[in-house]
């Protein structure tokens, strides 16, 4: 049973430039699930719609970004609502609880002028029955513990850490109240690979600890490879392929997938790599049919005049695309 269902989400940014409307059709019918206890990973290049499709799960919904369509329920413990229908109260309550959220770039958004000790408690204040000091430092200290980060650094400002631990107290602050679900977008982005691999390995430590589950966004696929479950790519405002990664790795079907994979490194293998030729369509005028199709090497004519559905075509395999399907 999942955790959280979309169903043909369409959420799109309605602009108004110098007077003309220009939508951008940042998430275009998106149908999906994510299980419990898993690590899905949203991949694809850059301003394909990871970090829409992840606020629009979310109910992060700000103008001028406007779901036009569909719905996102959550369901646990008997609990089972869309996300859209709540009121503002009702997400709050779940938002920190049952899902935290680490946004592109978070590293950036603790406050300068606040000790980390400080942000720690301003966050679990409005959390807490009755706001203890002592003991909520007592269990920020043990969380911090658990992630095997010194409690030193409660002392410290931002600016006097690390990148890489800037991130990681993010990530500690997004789960401290043990969420059931954490949303995190790019959070290994401008790390360098060692300190990369740092945060992977606590997200790994906190999935199998807590037994929650990780919705990750980020492009590069080495890093899917490392740490999703399953893996869900996205092109150009829709999912084209969703599978467990082992078969995203070993069997990729859609031709894009097939490049996204094809471009990583390996170890020892000296042959040219290739990479996908043309550039990413702009999403306020996407290509008619098959969105990937003025880059497709496979394409046929049916390509440009259809949109192929997402279809399951082995268990728990599913892919869009004519040539499969
Ligand atoms: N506030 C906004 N107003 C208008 N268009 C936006 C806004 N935010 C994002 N977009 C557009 O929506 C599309 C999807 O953007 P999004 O940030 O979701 O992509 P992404 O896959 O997360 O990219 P990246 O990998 O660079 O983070 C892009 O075309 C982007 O330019
Ligand atoms: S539907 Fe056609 S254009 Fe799209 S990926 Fe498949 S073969 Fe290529
Ligand atoms: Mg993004």
Redesign the pocket.
């Known amino acids: 049973m999942p955790i959280v269902s979309a169903k043909n989400l369409r959420a799109y ?1 309605i ?1 108004d430039v110098y007077g003309f409307k ?1 939508t ?1 059709k ?2 275009d019918d998106i149908s999906m699930e994510i299980n419990e206890n898993e690590i899905l990973g949203l991949a ?12 629009v799960l979310l109910g992060l919904v700000i103008a ?2 406007k779901v036009l369509n569909g719905q996102v329920i959550y369901s646990f413990n008997g609990f089972e609502k869309n996300i859209f229908e709540l009121s503002e109260k009702e997400l709050e309550n779940l938002k920190w609880e049952v899902f935290s959220y680490i946004p ?1 770039g978070s590293m950036n958004i603790l406050n300068p002028t606040r000790k980390i000790g400080d942000t720690f408690f301003d966050f679990m204040e409005p959390h807490m029955e009755k706001f203890d000091k002592k003991y909520v430092r007592e269990i920020i200290i043990q969380h911090l513990g658990n992630l095997d980060l010194p409690a030193e650094i409660l002392e410290s400002f931002p600016h006097q850490l690390s990148g890489g631990m800037k991130q990681r107290v993010t990530i500690a602050l997004a789960t401290i109240l043990k969420p059931r679900i954490i949303f995190a ?2 959070p290994t982005t401008a790390l360098d690979v060692v300190v990369q691999r740092d945060v992977i390995q606590l997200l790994k430590n906190i999935q199998k600890n807590s037994k929650n589950t990780i919705v990750l ?1 980020t ?1 590069d696929m080495a890093i899917h490879a490392n740490l999703a479950t399953r893996i869900a790519v ?1 092109y150009a ?1 829709k999912i084209i392929e969703i599978a467990q990664t082992k078969d995203i790795f070993k069997n990729p079907l859609h031709p894009y997938t097939k490049y996204l994979i094809s471009s990583l490194p390996k170890i020892g293998d000296k042959t040219y790599k290739k990479s996908i030729p043309g550039a990413p369509p ?3 005028n996407p290509p008619e049919g098959c969105r990937f199709h003025p880059r497709c090497p496979e394409a046929k004519k049916e390509c440009s005049e259809s949109v192929p559905e997402l279809i399951e075509l082995e268990t728990g395999h599913k892919v869009a695309c004519f040539r499969i399907n």
């Open positions: 940014y602009v220009r951008v940042a998430v694809g290049e850059s301003g394909c719609g990871k970090s829409t499709l992840m606020k001028p970004l592109q977008d790019e966004v492009h996205m405002g702009s999403l306020a």
